[in-house]
C-alpha cells in the first residue's frame, strides 16, 4: 500500500479541479535519479532527499461546491425509496433463476446495499434449487460464481455437462460468448487444487480473445475488461462506474433497476462529499503544523481508497479511520524510508512503542509535532467512537506499533546495504506494508454481534490478512519496479528474486505473478471458513481488490496520483 518509490516535491496549494495539462510541470521520474535536498551534500549518514509529485488536488475538496441536481436531495430520496418497494416485488415474485440474474444485476450496479434481507433470501433459493440439465453455461457459471463469492460451497463438476467424453470442453461452447465470459468470471473464483477450473480460465480466456474484435457493445466493453481482471479480481466500485453507463445498452435492461443505480449513486456521491472535505481539512490543518515537507501529500487518495473498500453510505466510520491510518502511515513509511538517518529511525520506533508524550524528547526536532499529532489522532479516534460501537483502539495502535518494527527492519537492511532472501523479504514488506494496519481499522464497520471476535482474530493477523498483504506488496513492488528505484530503496521482491535466482526481471515478474495467483486462492478458500467471520473476511478480500485498482497496468497511483485523477472525478465529481 505505501511505497518506497517517490517522485516530485510535496506542498499544499489551492486548486481548481486538476487539469491533463498540469501534469507537464512535474518532475518525469528517471527511475535512477535521486535528488539531494538544495544545499545540503548527500552523505553516508544523511539520505539523499527524495522528491515526490505534489498532490493534484490541493484544496479542491475543500472548496469545491456541487452543481446542484435537477431534483432536490428530497426528491430523490422519496423517489429512490419507491423504486426499492417496485425491487423488493421483482424479488418477491422471481423464481430461483430470475432471482439469480436479478441479483447479479444489482451487484454489478452497485445497489445490493440496499436489499440485504432480499439478497440473503434469493441466495438460499439459488442454494436450493439446483439447475436443470438443460441451464445453459450461462446460467450454470453464474450460479457458480454468485454462491461462491457469498460462501457457499460449489463443486467445479456443475461444468463437466459442457465436457465431452474425453475431458474437454466441448467445441458448441464456444459460440456463446456471454457464456464464455460467465465461465470465465466464475473460474476465477478457484481455490487451491481445482486444475478443471484453471482449465475453464484457459479455455474461456483463449475463445473470448478469438472473438473479442467481433463483439457488440455492451459486451465487447465487458469482455475486454474482464480479459484485463476478472470480474472477481476487479475493484467492484470502479466497474459499478463502467456498468451504469453501459447497461441500458443491454438488450432487456430493466430501466427501474438503472434509475434506482444513478439516484443511488448520486445520493451517496453527496455523502461522500461532505466527507472528502472535512478529512482534507482535517489533514490541511496536520500537514501544515507538522511541517514535513518530503512526504507524500496523499488525503483524496487515501480516502478514495478507503471508500472504494467501504463506499456505502453508513460506513463513515471505517472510511474515515482508514483514511487516517494510511496518511499516519504513510507519513512513517516516507521518513524511514526517504529522508531518516538510521539513528533518527531507531528513535523514532522507541518513541512509538512507549507512546507516550514523554518520549517526544526522545526524537529530533523536526519529527516531535509529528509524534504529539500521532497520539493526539488515536485520543481523538478513541474519544469520538459512538457509545454503541465497542471498538478497542488498542489493537489499531498496536497494529501501527507493529508496522514501525518492520519499517526499522528495513532501514536496518538498508543501512547495512543488506539484500534479504525472497521470501524474507516478502514476509517482511507484506506486513509494512500496511495491510494488517487497515485490515484492524476496518474491523469498525462490523457489526456489535461480532465486533469484538473479528477485532481480535484481524488482529492476530490470520493468513486472509496476509494473503492480502502479499497481493497489495507484490503488485506494489512490480509496479515499482517498472517505474524504477532510487538506490536509498530497501531492495523489492523483484531485485531479491533476481539476486537470489539469478535470473532476468520478466522471468522474476512472471514468477511472482504466480505466486500471487497463490494468494487469491488462499482468499477464496477463506470463504468457506467461519461464516460467523464472513463480513469481515469479505472486507479484507476487498483490500486485495482495491490493489488491482491502485497497481492497475503496473502502475503506483498511489505515489503517482494523476492515474486516479480521472477515476476521482467519476466517483465524486460528476454525477450519473
Known amino acids: 500500500m505505501l511505497t518506497f518509490l517517490s517522485y516530485g516535491m510535496p506542498g499544499r496549494k489551492k486548486s481548481m479541479m486538476p487539469q491533463p495539462a498540469s501534469w507537464s510541470k512535474a518532475r518525469a521520474h528517471t527511475g535512477s ?88 433470501n434469493t441466495l438460499s433459493k439459488i442454494l436450493e434449487n439446483k439447475l436443470t440439465s438443460s441451464a445453459s453455461l450461462h446460467e450454470e457459471a453464474l450460479r457458480f460464481r454468485l454462491l461462491r463469492e457469498h460462501g457457499y460451497w460449489v463443486s467445479p463438476d456443475v461444468f463437466n455437462k459442457f465436457k465431452g467424453e474425453d475431458g ?60 484485463h481482471r476478472a470480474l472477481p479480481r476487479s475493484c467492484k466500485r470502479v466497474e459499478t462506474l463502467h456498468y451504469i453507463s453501459e447497461y441500458g445498452e443491454e438488450e432487456g435492461h430493466n430501466p427501474v433497476l438503472l434509475e434506482l443505480a444513478k439516484l443511488d449513486f448520486n445520493l451517496l456521491q453527496h455523502v461522500h462529499l461532505k466527507e472528502l472535505k472535512a478529512i482534507t481539512e482535517w489533514w490541511k490543518n496536520i500537514y501544515d503544523h507538522i511541517g514535513l515537507s518530503y512526504i507524500r501529500d496523499r488525503v483524496v487518495e487515501s480516502y478514495t481508497w478507503a471508500y472504494v473498500i467501504y463506499y456505502e453510505r453508513w460506513f463513515e466510520l471505517p472510511r474515515i479511520i482508514i483514511a487516517k491510518m494510511m496518511l499516519l502511515i504513510t507519513i512513517l513509511d516516507d521518513t524511514y524510508d526517504t529522508h531518516g538517518t538510521i539513528e533518527e529511525c531507531r528513535k523514532l520506533y522507541e518513541a512509538v512503542q512507549r507512546w507516550d508524550e514523554s518520549a517526544v524528547s526522545l526524537l529530533p526536532e523536526y519529527l516531535k509535532k509529528f509524534y504529539i499529532e500521532l497520539l493526539r489522532t488515536f485520543k481523538n479516534i478513541e474519544g469520538e467512537m459512538p457509545v454503541d460501537i465497542n471498538y478497542d483502539i488498542a489493537h489499531l495502535k498496536k497494529a501501527v506499533q507493529n508496522n514501525v518494527t518492520g519499517y526499522l527492519q528495513e532501514a536496518e537492511w538498508s543501512h547495512k546495504n543488506y539484500k534479504p532472501r525472497f521470501i524474507d523479504q516478502v514476509n517482511l514488506t507484506s506486513l509494512t506494508v500496511g495491510a494488517p494496519t487497515v485490515c484492524v481499522s476496518m474491523m469498525a464497520g462490523m457489526s456489535d454481534t461480532i465486533m469484538k471476535q473479528a477485532l481480535k482474530w484481524t488482529a492476530d493477523v490470520p493468513d486472509v490478512v496476509v ?26 521482491s523483484v531485485d531479491c528474486y533476481i539476486n537470489e535466482y539469478s535470473v532476468t526481471s520478466d522471468v522474476a515478474i512472471a514468477r511472482i505473478g504466480a505466486l500471487m495467483e497463490d494468494e487469491w486462492r488462499t482468499l477464496n478458500q477463506a470463504r468457506f471458513g467461519n461464516r460467523v467471520l464472513l463480513p469481515a473476511m469479505q472486507r479484507i478480500i476487498s483490500l486485495a481488490l482495491s490493489a488491482s485498482f491502485i497497481y492497475d497496468n503496473r502502475n503506483d497511483a498511489y505515489t503517482a496520483s494523476k492515474h486516479l485523477q480521472k477515476t476521482i472525478e467519476g466517483l465524486f465529481i460528476k454525477p450519473m
Not at 535519479?33 to 538544495?38: K, V
Not at 544523511?46 to 432536490?72: A, H, N, T, V
Not at 477450473?197 to 463483439?215: K, N, T, Y
Request: aromatic share 8%; net charge negative; hydrophobic share 40%.
Open 33 to 120: 535519479t535521486c535528488m539531494a535536498p538544495s544545499g545540503i551534500a548527500a552523505t553516508p549518514e544523511k539520505k539523499l532527499g527524495f522528491e515526490f509529485e505534489p498532490s493534484p488536488w490541493g484544496d479542491f475538496f475543500i472548496e469545491y461546491e456541487p452543481k446542484p441536481l435537477q431534483r432536490s436531495e428530497e426528491w430523490m430520496v422519496t423517489r429512490a425509496d419507491k423504486l426499492k418497494e417496485d425491487v423488493h416485488m421483482m424479488f418477491n415474485t422471481s423464481n430461483s433463476t430470475e432471482g439469480m440474474f436479478l441479483l447479479d444485476t444489482i451487484q454489478h450496479l452497485g445497489i445490493d446495499h440496499l436489499f440485504e434481507e432480499q439478497i440473503h
Open 168 to 227: 474437454t470442453f466441448k467445441k458448441d461452447i464456444t459460440s456463446q460468448p456471454s457464456g464464455l465470459l460467465s465461465l470465465y468470471n466464475a473460474a476465477h473464483l478457484l481455490i487451491h487444487g481445482e486444475p478443471a477450473l484453471e482449465e475453464a480460465i484457459s479455455f474461456a480466456r483463449h475463445h473470448l480473445e478469438l472473438v473479442s474484435s467481433s463483439l457488440k457493445s455492451p459486451l465487447a466493453q465487458q469482455v475486454k475488461r474482464a480479459l
Open 467 to 492: 494473503a492480502a498483504g502479499k497481493i497489495v506488496r507484490l503488485m506494489n513492488d512490480i509496479a515499482a519496479f517498472e517505474r524504477g528505484k532510487c538506490n536509498n530503496d530497501v531492495a523489492s
